[in-house]
């Protein structure tokens, strides 16, 4: 197998276009709430490519005091740096 080395600009960002100001690719994560009623809940947290990256069943993460509510982004977020599914500097947001 050949293979060829070619040289890769340090400067250029195939994830981030600069034209449109819009943030990075893999910098913004989204928490989608998919059921909440009659005592069920499951959620999940999902990358920019949108595959599942973190999946809450029942309310165990709540009893536990890693999030105060459904809608605590901080402490998921908190959790999910813990967990090494984030990096501190990536955003969380309610989709």
Do not use: C
Request: glycine residues 6%.
């Amino acid at each position: 197998m050949q293979t060829t080395n070619y040289p890769v600009s340090r400067d250029y960002q195939v994830s981030r276009s600069e034209s449109m100001n819009e943030p990075e690719v893999g910098s913004i994560m989204s928490y989608y709430i998919n059921l909440d009623e009659r005592g069920d809940f499951y959620a999940d947290v999902r990358n920019a490519y949108e595959k599942s990256v973190f999946e809450i069943s029942g309310f165990e993460i709540f009893e536990d005091g890693f999030m105060a509510n459904k809608h605590d982004m901080e402490g998921l977020k908190d959790y999910l740096v813990s967990l090494g599914i984030m990096q501190p500097s990536q955003q969380l947001l309610e989709a």
